[in-house]
């Protein structure tokens, strides 16, 4: 069983960057793939990007969001991390991380077994 948590969130303005930090513990790190989602208000939750356990050497983005969003792992500090670049009100949501032991980049919520608890992110005009 492996715990996760998100930090890094709060209340930015539009056009800055942020990096949402998962910080995980109760089992071998590198063997997760790991994944970030996130639930817009009044909306379901939506992927949006993951990456494979290991060296991390695989990853995979929601469409619209590539270029501004950047996923990586650091299996020493056992956390991964999602880079949000040229961040827009449309952004804000509550970003969720998620583990899963297994081998390529999950993108749906049923292939993780492991999630945090989420937080808050608030992007201003």
């Known amino acids: 069983q492996v715990q996760l948590v998100e930090s890094g969130g709060g209340l930015v303005q539009a056009g800055d960057s942020l990096r949402l930090s998962c910080a995980a513990s109760?089992?071998?790190?590198?063997?997760?793939?790991m994944g970030w989602f996130r639930q817009l208000p009044g909306k379901e939750r939506e992927f949006v990007a993951a990456?494979?356990?290991?060296?991390?050497?695989?990853?995979f983005y929601r469409d619209p969001e590539k270029g501004r969003f950047t996923i990586s792992r650091d299996n020493a500090k056992t956390s991964a991390y999602l880079q949000i670049d040229s961040l827009k009100p449309a952004d804000t949501a509550v970003y969720y991380c998620?583990?899963?032991?297994?081998?390529?980049?999950?993108?749906?919520?049923?292939?993780?077994?492991?999630w945090g608890q989420g937080i808050q992110v608030t992007v201003s005009s």
């Open positions: 990456i494979s356990g290991g060296d991390g050497s695989n990853t």
């Open positions: 998620a583990a899963v032991v297994r081998n390529g980049v999950p993108i749906k919520e049923y292939e993780y077994d492991y």
């Open positions: 109760g089992h071998t790190f590198s063997d997760y793939a």
